[in-house]
Structure formats: structure tokens, C-alpha cells
């Protein structure tokens, strides 16, 4: 059993105390397994979603402990040498405080992946078990022959997910949000204060005095302050808008910054070909077309990896999509914000579609409904954004962003659908009980569609990584419990929806933009389309 004690200098928060602040009862839970657990492994008590009051319970001040990535130390668990392609690099890793106490409660959200600097773009995602007592296991899989090296870090610190979700109990949002009512005549206009949570303080007015826009928001939570002219009403809700400010302290905004994506360390491998000689793993024989929809509900880590910057499926084989094959005569329907839209965008020029709608810009409206057509193929696509709360530009009509549900409604079967749902970001920053209420409008949306277009096929787009320094949201706490949310709320109907992940590809490559790099787009529409089309490129 080999011992590394494994450092990475960067900023961090210093503690006077010396009491506790936190405890997870021992619980264990795979911090990248958020649906099924493998076997032999022991259930965890608490999901991801679950751990919410635990963490709102948290008192984070000054004088709370801080973890120290510094004094983290990570031990190499028994492994059989040489190690060659197909095994998994195991390690336990202990964590400390700054004061060199060790941590012995869990809830801190670490991640592990390993890439090859000799070969561009080639990486693959790990995944962590936290014990629940200051421990956690990391393992990651070895696909590939060479050099590899293992970096570890601790993504999201309890500290910073508990003021985090405490800032969005209180305020409802991470940023102020508002609309605008405007009269029928045009005259008369206000701006006020809104929120998606009913109990928040408004600024500009108490409980009693405001709007319950709910109904305007296709009946998704939405509260504002009453207009206070006497020409307008409640019922004369027009826009929404949001601010780049905020109410966030200075010590929230330090915790923010600094208790997120703290490098452990990293050390150097080198992986032999496998037993049988293979220097690569490959993707299975089994084609993503006849791999059951409910099947992609449960997947393990990682899914696959990218090897010189191609990405190889480990789950089922998927070559290089034919798109006009596959969507002649569909009309493709994706839903969402601008992640999604890049999927879109890939669809039409893919396919040569032309747009029908002004193309995207950043000109009012920011976020609009996008069509595109292509005569030949007999080929229908949109994108159209979801419904507030919604961080757009200056007060954008509420007709531009309407709710998943509402926008299935309006589709026309006819010709066979394609719909793809993606709800992420824009959600990362309000409550958890918002997100679940948009997901549970488009489970409804679904079962509406499907009960009256049987033959459409729908995929749900995961969430992606990405660890832009301005990012405040401790996104890998958040990511986990959107995944839970997905999933219980579609349970019933997991066999008639795909659902598609794109944590493992761009959390190995280390992704830094809230919009991943071009290619990964690329190869996310194209295993999308894996599943529901068989016309390859290579046939």
C-alpha cells in the first residue's frame, strides 16, 4: 500500500475554532452514482436531494472549520502491478481541516479523472464514494495504454453548498429577478420585484401586496410586488427581467470562490497494454439503437472517454450519424436554454436547414423561439427557451419563455416527433423545489404528447461540468440532485425516454465554459441520435 501526500497551493480560508458545524450520520453515498447503487454496495440513507435540510442546518461563519486541500493526504489502495488497460486506480482520501484536525463528517463533493498530456484531448471521468466520516473513495478506469496522470479535487465544500442553498431559501434566486406591467394602452408601465418562492422578502413590498403570476407563468411559481398605479393590475404582467447584482455578502462570495475545485493533486501512471493485447478499450457490440431506453436511466461511470479527442461509448457502439437520414420527415422540437440550443444548431447545419426566424443574437429578445426548415427532406426543427426563472437580458415578453409542457402542447404530430429536453443552469441558481416543479410540468408535457403522438421519442439532455471561476453555484452538488429529480420524477415512463448524460464527457476533459467546447456538442447530438436513428455515416 503505497501513501501520497498530494498538494496543490491555492487560497484558502483560515479557522480560530475548533467546534464542529456539521454531521451526516456516517452516511455512505456514491457521489457519482445517483441512481443505483452497485452491487454489494452498501444503500445510502440519504440522497443527494435529501441532504438539503442537513446542509441548510449548517451554521458557516467566520470561526467555522475549512477544509485544507494542502493537508488532504491520498493513499493508493492494494492493486495488482503492472496495471494495464481495463483496470481502475483506486485511492482513499482523507480529509483535513486548516488546523490539521481531521474532517470526520461527509457531505463535501470531490471529484477524480485522469488524462494523458502526451495525447491531446484524451481523458476520462472517475467517480467518489464519500463514507460520511472525512473519507471518501476515489477510483477511475484505465481505458487506455501510456502515461496517464490522476488528478483529484475537491469540486464543491459543504460550506460552500450550505450558504449557497442558505442565500436561495432566503431570496428565492441567486440574482434579483422582475417583470414589468404594462397597461393595454401602453401608458402605463411599473417594474417590480419577483421571485419563483412565494415566502421570500420582496423588496418594495410585504406578503399581502403582491401577485401570485403563477397562472402567467404557465402555471409555474411566480410572485411579484403589485403594481402601485392605480391604472394597472395584476393581470397586466408582461416581462420578466434579471439582474447581474446581489444581496450576497463578502465572506459568502469568499467561500464561493475559494471552497470550490480545490486541486488535491495529481500523480503520473503508466498503464501496459491490456491481458489480451488491447492498447484501447472499445465500445461494445451492442448498438445504441436496439439499448432500451430505460437502460440509460442507470448508467455507471464513466460512460465513456475520449481518446485524441475522440469519444468512445462504452456503453453501446455508435458511429458517426448520417443526420439527414435519420431526421428526414421528424420534426425535431428541443427545449431549454442555450446548451440545448447548441444541439439545435448542430441539427441545422448538419441537415442544411434554413433558418425561418431571425438567427440567435444577443438583440431583445435574448432567448427567442428558433425555426428552421429543410424543403427537401421534409425536415421541421425549433428551439425554443423554458419558462422563468429565466436569466435574460432586459425585460423579455413572458410569451418568448414558455413552460415545457406548453410548448409540447402546441407541437402538431404531423409527422413523427423528436423531443429533447434540457433544464439546467439557469435552475442551478433557485431552489431545488423550483427545479422539481419545472421537471414535473414537462413529465406532464410528455405524457400529454405521448397519449397523443405514441410515436414520439423523447430524450432528456443531463447536466455538463464546467468550473469557470465566476461561477458561484457549487454545480456538482447541484448536478447530482437534478439527476435524482429527472429520475423520480419520469419514473414510470423511464422505458419510453432516453435519458442522455454529459457529465462524464466534459468533466474529463476538465471543462471550464458553461458551453463545452464545440466538439463535445457535436458528439452529444450525435449519441442522441444513436439511440432513436440506424443510419450511419460508415453504413
Not at 207 to 224: A, D, E, I, Q
Amino acid at each position: 500500500v503505497t501513501v501520497l501526500i498530494w498538494s496543490w497551493v491555492i487560497p484558502s480560508l483560515k479557522t480560530n475554532s475548533l467546534s464542529d458545524d456539521y454531521s451526516l450520520h456516517g452516511n455512505i453515498l456514491d457521489l457519482d452514482k445517483p441512481h443505483t447503487l452497485k452491487e454489494g454496495q452498501q444503500m445510502t440513507t440519504q440522497s443527494h436531494t435529501e441532504r438539503l435540510d442537513s446542509y441548510l442546518d449548517m451554521n458557516v461563519t467566520t470561526a467555522s472549520h475549512f477544509i485544507s486541500p494542502e493537508l488532504t493526504t491520498v493513499t493508493v489502495l492494494p492493486l495488482v502491478i503492472p496495471l494495464r488497460v481495463g483496470d481502475t486506480f483506486r485511492v482513499r482520501i482523507r480529509l483535513f481541516y486548516t488546523d490539521g484536525k481531521p474532517v470526520n463528517t461527509g457531505g463535501d463533493y470531490l471529484r477524480i479523472w485522469l488524462k494523458d498530456p502526451s495525447i491531446k484531448n484524451t481523458n476520462v471521468n472517475g467517480h467518489v464514494v464519500d463514507h460520511g466520516n472525512g473519507t471518501y473513495t476515489g477510483e477511475v478506469l484505465l481505458p487506455w495504454k501510456g502515461y496517464p496522470e490522476v488528478y483529484i479535487s475537491i469540486a464543491n465544500s459543504r460550506h460552500h453548498i450550505s450558504l449557497f442553498l442558505s442565500y436561495l431559501e432566503k431570496h428565492g434566486t441567486l440574482n434579483p429577478m422582475a417583470s414589468k406591467f404594462i397597461d393595454s394602452t401602453g401608458k402605463h408601465e411599473e417594474e417590480s420585484m419577483c421571485s419563483p418562492k412565494p415566502d421570500v422578502v420582496l423588496q418594495g413590498c410585504d406578503f399581502v401586496n403582491r401577485c401570485n403570476s403563477t397562472s402567467y407563468n404557465y402555471g409555474l411559481p411566480w410572485f411579484c410586488c403589485k403594481p402601485e398605479s392605480e391604472f394597472l393590475t395584476c393581470d397586466d404582467i408582461k416581462t420578466q427581467d434579471s439582474s447581474r447584482n446581489s444581496k450576497i455578502g463578502e465572506f459568502a462570495i469568499n467561500v464561493f470562490k475559494n471552497q470550490k475545485h480545490m486541486k488535491i493533486g495529481s500523480t503520473k501512471l503508466e498503464v501496459l497494454e491490456g491481458e489480451d493485447g488491447r492498447e484501447l478499450m472499445f465500445s461494445p457490440q451492442l448498438e445504441c439503437k436496439v439499448r432500451a431506453p430505460g437502460a440509460t436511466w442507470h448508467d455507471s461511470v464513466p460512460t465513456g472517454y475520449y481518446y485524441n479527442k475522440i469519444w468512445i461509448n462504452l456503453k453501446c457502439l455508435h458511429e458517426k450519424m448520417n443526420f439527414d437520414i435519420c431526421l428526414k420527415d421528424k420534426r425535431v422540437v428541443i427545449l431549454g436554454d442555450s446548451n440545448s440550443r447548441g444541439i439545435y444548431q448542430v441539427m441545422c447545419e448538419r441537415t442544411n436547414a434554413v433558418d425561418l426566424t431571425n438567427h440567435y443574437t444577443k438583440d431583445k429578445p435574448w432567448h427567442k423561439l428558433l425555426m428552421a426548415k429543410n424543403s427537401k427532406l421534409n425536415l421541421d426543427l425549433m428551439w425554443a427557451p423554458h419558462n422563468p426563472p429565466f436569466y435574460v437580458g432586459r425585460h423579455q415578453s413572458l410569451d418568448t419563455m414558455r413552460s415545457v409542457g406548453n410548448w409540447l402542447d402546441r407541437t402538431p404530430h404531423d409527422k413523427p416527433i423528436i423531443v429533447i429536453i434540457h433544464l439546467y443552469y439557469h435552475l442551478t441558481r433557485t431552489t431545488l423545489s423550483v427545479f422539481r416543479a419545472l421537471v414535473k410540468d414537462a413529465r406532464a408535457g410528455v405524457d400529454r404528447l405521448l397519449a397523443r403522438a405514441p410515436d414520439s421519442q423523447i430524450i432528456i439532455q443531463g447536466p455538463h461540468s464546467f468550473t469557470y471561476k465566476d461561477v458561484l453555484e457549487p454545480i456538482d452538488y447541484l448536478r447530482r440532485c437534478h439527476e435524482e429529480i429527472w429520475f423520480q420524477e419520469f419514473n414510470g415512463i423511464h422505458d419510453k425516454v432516453f435519458y442522455v448524460g454529459h457529465w462524464d464527457r466534459t468533466a474529463g476533459m476538465a471543462n471550464v465554459n458553461v458551453h463545452p467546447i464545440g466538439y463535445a456538442t457535436k458528439d452529444l447530438a450525435n449519441e442522441m441520435l444513436s439511440y432513436i436513428c440506424d443510419s450511419y455515416l460508415s453504413k
